[in-house]
């Protein structure tokens, strides 16, 4: 049989409800497809398994299932480790696949998956037409992918990609509004992730944390003094607690990274082949790692070693496997701002809230202010009648003080004594009493069926009276 290391991967999944974060969603069933590289193990696509409760898989025209689990998961590559648990033994007479090289252009690959539609296996082939950085839409991350002119679609997802026999890619996404147009992890950031997990690396991919301007003005460039053959990006903003903090300041122009020269327009020629954007380096980097930069600052010349950190933007991209964080107060329900509540409206991107968008867009981390806590809905009652208008707010501040975090913002809210005031950045005031709100948080909790006033991990956690009856 053609492909017996590509298996089918059944997944029930329970997403979080960020309109009721004290609940989840119905759970939900769906298929994608794993390619088998070592014994008992399978590597497949984040998406696949993301906030997954059960994992089954399923050889090629076998009927019989086996029980699996995560062992190693980066979301933000779009990449999972699965093992088989139950029989172990499940995979034993299959050869793994073997990891490939980087593939050329034009060079011929062949998709194989399960998509939806059949039950058998199915092979699509194509030909590699790019190879640059592009947006991984599960983690809204810029990395290395290697785009193909054949057909990705629900499924085939996790899939690997052929070449010459051995494994070039895993299929994760297909381009939105064209036909016959997929993208895979390339090789480069597989390997990554399976030696990270081998080493016991964190998932994550780390970040510069800045943002930069292309440089291709000649007036801009001698302003910030750049020779005639001089090239580079200039650093906009250096974020708070980011890679570069301390290292870089506004106005410095990177002219090399990891040694590689960066164009005017931001570009570095990547593995001698493939031009594309200078942060593609990262992709094969963990957390911990140190990486050279020469800078420019006011016309000197510069050298840096930087420790890489995780990318931590004002308001978190997607998040899975994790609960949202929120907070019930006196019927008031904070959250922090995250793409996955933006998401709660359709067509977000232009419905959500304009203030919440330009958090999400423009938004920077600082020493003051880390997260966005933000009041999402008001659940009626007397305690907090006049208030029901002040909802899909921002908080500005707490008793006076900004509030820099949800943590903080939990912490110093339930420790609270007498008259509590809280500013919205519209200059709403809500002012509570905080022995009355103690008083009404059983009663409101379990008025909504709400089991605990807060995401468990926060400081404290009230359980509603049905709950302690059950």
């Known amino acids: 049989m053609a492909y017996p290391e590509v298996i089918r991967v059944f997944a029930t999944s329970q997403d979080p409800d960020f309109d009721g974060p004290w609940q989840a969603r119905t759970p939900s069933n769906s298929t994608g497809s794993a390619v088998v590289i070592g014994p008992g193990l399978l590597l497949t696509g984040a998406h696949v398994v993301a906030n997954a409760t059960f994992l089954q898989v399923q050889k090629p025209s076998h009927p019989d299932k086996a029980i699996a689990r995560v062992r190693a998961v980066s979301h933000d590559c779009d990449l999972a480790l699965l093992e088989v648990v139950e029989p172990a033994e499940f995979l034993s007479d299959i050869e793994p696949a073997e990891l490939g090289p980087m593939p050329r252009l034009r060079d011929e690959v062949a998709v194989v998956g399960y998509p939806v539609g059949g039950e058998e296996i199915s092979i699509t082939e194509g030909v590699v037409s790019r190879i640059e950085v592009q947006r991984y839409s599960h983690s809204q991350r810029?990395?290395?992918?290697?785009?193909?002119?054949?057909?990705?679609?629900?499924?085939?997802?996790?899939?690997?990609?052929?070449?010459?026999?051995?494994?070039?890619?895993?299929?994760?996404?297909?381009?939105?509004?064209?036909?016959?147009?997929?993208?895979?992890?390339?090789?480069?950031?597989?390997?990554?992730?399976?030696?990270?997990?081998?080493?016991?690396?964190?998932?994550?991919?780390?970040?510069?944390?800045?943002?930069?301007?292309?440089?291709?003005?000649?007036?801009?460039?001698?302003?910030?003094?750049?020779?005639?053959?001089?090239?580079?990006?200039?650093?906009?903003?250096?974020?708070?607690?980011?890679?570069?903090?301390g290292y870089l300041e506004p106005r410095d122009v990177i002219t090399s990274i990891d040694g590689l020269p960066i164009a005017n327009n931001g570009t570095v020629q990547y593995m001698g082949n493939y031009r594309t954007r200078y942060d593609v380096v990262l992709g094969h980097r963990y957390i911990g790692d140190r990486i050279k930069l020469e800078i420019k600052r006011g016309g000197v010349a510069r050298s840096l070693d930087l420790e890489l950190r995780p990318w931590s933007p004002l308001v978190p991209r997607s998040r899975y496997d994790l609960p949202p964080a929120y907070f019930v107060y006196g019927g008031l329900v904070f959250q922090t701002l995250t793409r996955d509540y933006l998401t709660t409206w359709d067509k977000w991107w232009n419905?959500?809230?304009?203030?919440?968008?330009?958090?999400?867009?423009?938004?920077?981390?600082?020493?003051?202010?880390?997260?966005?806590?933000?009041?999402?809905?008001?659940?009626?009652?007397?305690?907090?009648?006049?208030?029901?208008?002040?909802?899909?707010?921002?908080?500005?501040?707490?008793?006076?003080?900004?509030?820099?975090?949800?943590?903080?913002?939990?912490?110093?809210l339930s420790s609270a004594r007498g008259v509590v005031e809280i500013e919205t950045t519209s200059g709403g005031l809500i002012i509570l009493d905080a022995e009355d709100v103690r008083k009404a948080t059983p009663r409101i909790l379990a008025r909504y069926h709400i089991p605990r006033d807060r995401t468990p991990g926060l400081p404290g956690a009230t359980v509603a009276p049905q709950a302690l009856r059950a």
């Open 142 to 245: 810029h990395l290395l992918a290697v785009t193909v002119d054949a057909a990705i679609n629900a499924g085939n997802s996790g899939g690997p990609v052929f070449g010459d026999g051995k494994v070039v890619g895993i299929a994760f996404q297909k381009l939105t509004g064209v036909d016959n147009i997929g993208e895979m992890v390339p090789p480069p950031i597989i390997r990554a992730f399976l030696d990270g997990v081998g080493l016991n690396k964190r998932p994550e991919i780390p970040a510069l944390g800045i943002t930069t301007q292309n440089l291709e003005n000649p007036l801009l460039r001698r302003q910030l003094g750049l020779g005639p053959n001089e090239r580079g990006v200039a650093v906009l903003h250096v974020d708070y607690s980011g890679s570069a903090e």
């Open 351 to 412: 419905k959500a809230p304009k203030e919440f968008l330009n958090y999400y867009y423009l938004g920077h981390r600082s020493a003051q202010q880390h997260e966005v806590v933000i009041l999402t809905q008001i659940l009626a009652d007397e305690i907090n009648v006049g208030y029901g208008h002040l909802y899909n707010e921002a908080i500005a501040k707490l008793d006076g003080v900004c509030a820099r975090d949800m943590e903080d913002f939990v912490d110093r």
